[in-house]
C-alpha cells in the first residue's frame, strides 16, 4: 500500500515561510499527477498548486508567485515552499498524488492526512 506522511506546517508570523513535504511510505512505480489542496472552516477544499504530466504546473491565482511545487523524482517526494505568507492563507494542507503502484496497475488518488498551517501575527 502507499500512504503519504505529510510535514512541515506550523505557526508562521505574516510575510514568513515555510516548506511541507509529502513523502510516501511505499513504492510507486509511476506519478502522474500531484497536487496541494488547502482547507478551511466555512469553505471548501481548494486547489492550491499542482504538477500535471510531469512538468505542467498550476497555481491558484491567490498564490501566484509565493508559492512553488515541486517533486523529488528520487524518492517522489512532494514539495510547497510558501513564501511571503498570508493570514488567508491559514488552512488545512492536503496533499495527493495521482499514481500506479505497478505499471499495470489503474492510476489511483492517494491523500496525506493533512498538515495545519497557521498564519498569524
Known amino acids: 500500500q502507499v500512504q503519504l506522511v505529510e510535514s512541515g506546517g506550523g505557526l508562521v508570523q505574516p510575510g514568513g515561510s515555510l516548506r511541507l513535504s509529502c513523502a510516501p511510505s511505499?513504492?510507486?512505480?509511476?506519478?502522474?499527477?500531484t497536487g496541494w489542496y488547502r482547507q478551511s472552516p466555512g469553505k471548501q477544499r481548494e486547489l492550491v498548486a499542482e504538477i500535471t504530466s510531469g512538468v505542467r504546473t498550476n497555481y491558484a491565482d491567490s498564490v501566484k508567485g509565493r508559492f512553488t511545487i515541486s517533486r523529488d523524482n528520487a524518492n517522489n517526494t512532494v514539495y510547497l515552499q510558501m513564501n511571503s505568507l498570508k493570514p488567508g492563507d491559514t488552512a488545512d494542507y492536503y496533499c495527493k498524488i495521482k499514481g500506479r503502484r505497478l505499471k499495470w496497475y489503474p492510476l489511483v488518488d492517494y491523500w496525506g492526512q493533512g498538515t495545519q498551517v497557521t498564519v498569524s501575527s
Open positions: 511505499g513504492s510507486i512505480f509511476s506519478i502522474d499527477t
